[in-house]
């Protein structure tokens, strides 16, 4: 079945950067897009962005120019990497796989747990 | 980017009783439109797709309806796994984007 997990530090201090990791199962990330989407603590969650299955990117201009994902195939891997930290970036992280909708954009069909991430010095 | 405004914020409802959450877009998003259910302590579970299509798996005490900018999401006979928080999701343009999200707790 498919399966997705999120690994990383849980703290990251100030101004730093945050690499985190998707392992996916079930699924080929050549046919299939995963997004990363966050939520603070007790708030909403926010759409950070989306690899699609041919490799390309896009991502919510909010974060943009701190923000880059990126995988490794043959490892079944997503990668995130988020430079800069401030302590509102503390947020639960998730990545998701993204089904179609009529517009080719994204509703989130498969989840991981999710992996917590403080920023604090 | 398009503003996703869910109402009520909380909402506490009897056992048996049927709820009604809304969802307005703040331009049209032609039907492009999710809604999860997420308990506490999980991720987001997908409930409906394209505005009215019910999930894999999820009973079909949970229906959505709607168009253009406004759209709903019903649940029948409520039961006591339904304790949760609800979130719309607009997949029409980028950045994709949740609602504020709605709070049920039973009465």
């Known amino acids: 079945q498919v399966q997705l997990k999120e690994s990383g530090p849980g703290l990251v201090q100030p101004s730093q950067t945050l690499s985190l990791t998707c392992t996916v199962s079930?699924?080929?990330?050549?046919?299939?897009?995963v997004s990363w989407i966050r939520q603070p603590p007790g708030k909403g969650l926010e759409w950070m962005g989306v690899?699609?299955?041919?490799?390309?990117?896009d991502y919510n201009s909010a974060i943009k120019s701190r923000l880059s994902i990126s995988r490794d195939t043959s490892k079944s891997q997503v990668f995130l990497k988020m430079n800069s930290l401030q302590t509102e970036d503390t947020a639960m992280y998730f990545c998701?796989?993204?089904?179609?909708?009529?517009?080719?954009?994204?509703?989130?069909?498969?989840w991981g747990q999710g992996v917590m991430v403080t920023v604090s010095s | 980017d398009i503003q996703m405004t869910q109402s009520p914020a909380s909402l506490s409802a009897s056992l048996g009783e049927t709820v009604t959450i809304e969802c307005r877009a703040s331009?049209?998003?032609?039907?492009?439109l999710a809604w999860y259910q997420q308990k506490p302590g999980n991720s987001p579970q997908l409930l409906i797709y394209d505005a009215n299509s019910l999930a894999d798996g999820v009973p079909s005490r949970f229906s959505g309806s709607g168009s253009g900018t406004q759209y709903s999401l019903k649940i029948n006979s409520l039961q006591s796994e339904d304790v949760a928080s609800y979130f719309c999701?607009?997949?029409?343009?980028?950045?994709?984007?949740f609602g504020g999200g709605t709070k049920l707790e039973l009465k």
């Open positions: 079930g699924l080929s990330l050549t046919s299939n897009s």
């Open positions: 999701q607009q997949y029409n343009n980028y950045p994709w984007t």
């Open positions: 690899i699609w299955s041919n490799g390309g990117t």
């Open positions: 331009e049209d998003i032609y039907s492009n």
């Open positions: 998701a796989r993204g089904e179609y909708g009529y517009n080719y954009g994204n509703y989130f069909d498969y």
